[in-house]
């Protein structure tokens, strides 16, 4: 539907084309994602929006592969660098996961493995996926502990010694271990104050530049997506309802329910128009 | 409780501290540990709030500063270790005496942050309103209580006919907190601390329940505590705002004042990292400011400074 309007971008990192994603039960399937399109381009932030049950997290997890039954991919194709994701077999997807896609999910604490050491953490994805030595695999876990702002000291730390920012600045630190090309992102800042949340997402900002990965960014508020994402994708049950740069979407949103969304959002200072606005509606 | 109503209508002007107040409250937790020399976190130092009916607080900060310590000690769950907690003229300190602790519970209620594990998933609506009725010996004949129990739903916008018989997973996030504020009603709530109540709703549902919240205040004259991380949404809410920091009250005062001329660098701080519409991150990821705003933020300091009337700011030093 939108495939247009990104043709004049040399190649797309992702393309998902006409994707349908159903949840098979007794009683009857339940369409969660119901004919998405869209592209990633590469070193851009794509944003995904909606409230829940909107399918975005879908998306994310048939993306990823990680989709578990009875959620059932359809129709549709996914791509990744001309590369067809829905055809790869097991082994192929272990070989691929982390080294292309790799994904930062919303709860950090459930996200790393409460008994084991960081350093541990590391290890697992590097001895999954390389063949690195030891002393190898420690040079490289300190690099990116330092790359997202955590002393390499703390590696032999377990992660309830880390606050709930570090915690999620490790977990894109492990997302980051093996330099994929695009890097999922499921609400990765929705447990965490305002504060914390935009210093991540300006430092995953600086790593984009310096390492140049493509993000799929997913989350319900829109106002933060307007201002990390390059272009943003609106969802309401299923469908991709609006797409556009993020500049149109927060200064002129074309679909009733964008602008619907908007509403809902107390803006901090607001315009007379706008207080009074909100003031009926409060 | 209805006398006390009646008290509370034939003197309308309850000054400053005279309905519901902390005075220099501070806790500390303990960690001990076997090994090492115990070490002490001190969640508050030395807060003073105070509430008045049919008005709205918003304390708000970064998680860790205190703000839910704030509330569980004002709701009687913790007992602070320094300080007072005043309803109406009464010194009320958790666990001392029965009485008051009876008082306490049913006059401060809670709601909190997940609307999911604050109901008994085993039991019905009507069941987590009637407990509460009943252990507050509020109990009425069985008819009467069936229309207390409908007249509870309605006031939180539910049908009560549909509602009474569900159980907590039937009904959406947004219903399930409407339910938490509907129980902290059925005791004869005067004040309501409301903790995070819209930070687990769809940004679409959050709006309702804060509509809710403000018209039970304005209806129902309630004194509201909102505890919030999300700044913005004070202004439509409370009439006063507290920002707190590392357990100290570091700006207080009128909400529009707060926002408008945030005075003390951690309000500052904090407001520049509410997500605004069209205004693109700056990609330098400096963290250095951050830190160095909290570092000075979480001194002590016992100069505080007026800026405007009812507008107090912290004295802090970068």
Same mark, same amino acid.
């Given at each position: 539907m939108n495939g247009q309007m990104t043709d004049s971008f040399p190649r797309p990192i992702l393309s998902v084309r006409d994707l349908c994603v159903d949840y098979v039960t007794d009683a009857a399937d339940f369409?969660?994602?119901?004919?998405v399109s869209f592209d990633i381009q590469p070193g851009e932030i794509f944003g995904l929006a909606g409230e829940s049950g909107c399918g975005k997290s879908t998306i994310a997890y048939a993306v990823t592969r990680l989709h578990q039954p #009875?959620? !059932?991919?359809?129709k549709g194709s996914i791509h990744l660098e001309g590369q067809?994701? !829905?055809?790869?077999d097991e082994k192929a997807l272990c070989q691929w996961r982390w080294r292309e896609v790799s994904m930062v999910f919303q709860n950090a604490m459930t996200a !790393?493995?409460?008994?084991?050491?960081v350093a541990e953490q590391f290890r697992d994805v590097f001895r999954a996926h390389t063949n690195m030595r030891r002393a190898e695999i420690k040079e490289r876990s300190c690099h990116l502990m330092d790359l997202v702002g955590i002393?390499?000291?703390?590696?032999?730390?377990? #992660?309830?010694?880390?606050?709930g920012g570090m915690r999620q600045r490790i977990a894109i630190a492990i997302a980051l271990a093996l330099e994929p090309k695009l890097i999922v992102m499921d609400e990765?800042?929705?447990?965490?104050d305002v504060v914390v949340q935009q210093e991540i997402l300006s430092e995953v900002m600086r790593l984009r530049e310096q390492l140049g990965f493509s993000v799929l960014f997913i989350t319900h508020d829109l106002t933060l997506m307007s201002q990390f994402c390059e272009r943003i994708g609106v969802m309401l049950q299923g469908r991709l309802v609006e797409l556009n740069t993020a500049h149109a979407i927060s200064?002129? #949103?074309?679909?009733d329910y964008t602008a619907s969304l908007w509403r809902s959002i107390p803006p901090l200072r607001p315009s007379l128009e706008r207080q009074k606005e909100m003031e009926v509606l409060l | 409780m209805t006398g006390m109503a009646d008290e509370h209508m034939s003197k309308p002007?309850?000054?400053? %501290?005279?309905?519901f107040a902390v005075q220099g409250l501070s806790k500390t937790f303990t960690k001990k540990s076997w090994f090492q020399p115990a070490s002490h976190i001190h969640?508050?130092?030395n807060v003073s709030l105070a509430l008045s009916p049919g008005r709205a607080m918003a304390l708000v900060g970064e998680s860790g500063s205190g703000k839910s310590t704030c509330a569980k000690v004002m709701a009687g769950i913790y007992g602070p270790s320094e300080g007072r907690v005043v309803y109406r003229g009464r010194n009320l300190i958790a666990g001392k005496r029965r009485a008051d602790r009876k008082v306490l519970s049913s006059a401060i209620q809670m709601v909190f942050q997940d609307p999911f594990a604050a109901l008994?998933?085993?039991?019905?609506i009507e069941h987590h309103l009637k407990r509460p009725i009943r252990l507050h010996g509020l109990e009425q004949s069985g008819l009467d209580q069936k229309d207390r129990i409908s007249e509870l739903l309605e006031l939180v916008q539910l049908d009560p006919e549909i509602t009474?018989?569900?159980?907590?997973?039937?009904?959406s996030g947004g219903q399930r907190q409407r339910i938490n504020i509907a129980r902290a009603l059925a005791?004869?709530?005067?004040?309501i601390i409301a903790d995070?109540?819209?930070?687990?709703?769809d940004v679409s549902i959050r709006l309702d329940i804060l509509k809710l919240l403000k018209q039970l205040k304005e209806e129902k004259n309630i004194a509201l505590l909102y505890i919030t991380? %999300?700044?913005?949404t004070a202004r439509y809410v409370a009439e006063e705002t507290a920002v707190i920091y590392a357990g100290q009250l570091v700006e207080w005062g009128p909400t529009a004042a707060v926002i408008? %001329?945030?005075?003390?660098p951690y309000t500052q701080l904090l407001l520049a990292a509410v997500p605004q519409a069209?205004?693109?991150?700056?990609?330098?990821? %400096?963290?250095s400011n951050g830190d160095r705003v909290r570092a000075a933020a979480a001194l002590d300091n016992d100069r505080i400074i007026e800026i405007s009337p009812g507008h107090f700011v912290r004295d802090c030093r970068i």
């Amino acid at each position: 539907m939108n495939g247009q309007m990104t043709d004049s971008f040399p190649r797309p990192i992702l393309s998902v084309r006409d994707l349908c994603v159903d949840y098979v039960t007794d009683a009857a399937d339940f369409r969660a994602v119901d004919h998405v399109s869209f592209d990633i381009q590469p070193g851009e932030i794509f944003g995904l929006a909606g409230e829940s049950g909107c399918g975005k997290s879908t998306i994310a997890y048939a993306v990823t592969r990680l989709h578990q039954p #009875p959620a !059932l991919i359809s129709k549709g194709s996914i791509h990744l660098e001309g590369q067809d994701i !829905l055809a790869l077999d097991e082994k192929a997807l272990c070989q691929w996961r982390w080294r292309e896609v790799s994904m930062v999910f919303q709860n950090a604490m459930t996200a !790393l493995n409460p008994v084991i050491t960081v350093a541990e953490q590391f290890r697992d994805v590097f001895r999954a996926h390389t063949n690195m030595r030891r002393a190898e695999i420690k040079e490289r876990s300190c690099h990116l502990m330092d790359l997202v702002g955590i002393p390499p000291e703390r590696l032999n730390d377990f #992660p309830h010694q880390f606050s709930g920012g570090m915690r999620q600045r490790i977990a894109i630190a492990i997302a980051l271990a093996l330099e994929p090309k695009l890097i999922v992102m499921d609400e990765p800042t929705t447990a965490l104050d305002v504060v914390v949340q935009q210093e991540i997402l300006s430092e995953v900002m600086r790593l984009r530049e310096q390492l140049g990965f493509s993000v799929l960014f997913i989350t319900h508020d829109l106002t933060l997506m307007s201002q990390f994402c390059e272009r943003i994708g609106v969802m309401l049950q299923g469908r991709l309802v609006e797409l556009n740069t993020a500049h149109a979407i927060s200064t002129a #949103p074309e679909h009733d329910y964008t602008a619907s969304l908007w509403r809902s959002i107390p803006p901090l200072r607001p315009s007379l128009e706008r207080q009074k606005e909100m003031e009926v509606l409060l | 409780m209805t006398g006390m109503a009646d008290e509370h209508m034939s003197k309308p002007d309850f000054g400053q %501290d005279g309905f519901f107040a902390v005075q220099g409250l501070s806790k500390t937790f303990t960690k001990k540990s076997w090994f090492q020399p115990a070490s002490h976190i001190h969640a508050l130092r030395n807060v003073s709030l105070a509430l008045s009916p049919g008005r709205a607080m918003a304390l708000v900060g970064e998680s860790g500063s205190g703000k839910s310590t704030c509330a569980k000690v004002m709701a009687g769950i913790y007992g602070p270790s320094e300080g007072r907690v005043v309803y109406r003229g009464r010194n009320l300190i958790a666990g001392k005496r029965r009485a008051d602790r009876k008082v306490l519970s049913s006059a401060i209620q809670m709601v909190f942050q997940d609307p999911f594990a604050a109901l008994n998933p085993a039991h019905t609506i009507e069941h987590h309103l009637k407990r509460p009725i009943r252990l507050h010996g509020l109990e009425q004949s069985g008819l009467d209580q069936k229309d207390r129990i409908s007249e509870l739903l309605e006031l939180v916008q539910l049908d009560p006919e549909i509602t009474r018989r569900k159980y907590p997973h039937e009904l959406s996030g947004g219903q399930r907190q409407r339910i938490n504020i509907a129980r902290a009603l059925a005791v004869g709530a005067e004040v309501i601390i409301a903790d995070e109540p819209t930070s687990m709703l769809d940004v679409s549902i959050r709006l309702d329940i804060l509509k809710l919240l403000k018209q039970l205040k304005e209806e129902k004259n309630i004194a509201l505590l909102y505890i919030t991380h %999300d700044i913005a949404t004070a202004r439509y809410v409370a009439e006063e705002t507290a920002v707190i920091y590392a357990g100290q009250l570091v700006e207080w005062g009128p909400t529009a004042a707060v926002i408008d %001329d945030p005075q003390h660098p951690y309000t500052q701080l904090l407001l520049a990292a509410v997500p605004q519409a069209g205004v693109p991150f700056n990609q330098s990821g %400096d963290r250095s400011n951050g830190d160095r705003v909290r570092a000075a933020a979480a001194l002590d300091n016992d100069r505080i400074i007026e800026i405007s009337p009812g507008h107090f700011v912290r004295d802090c030093r970068i």
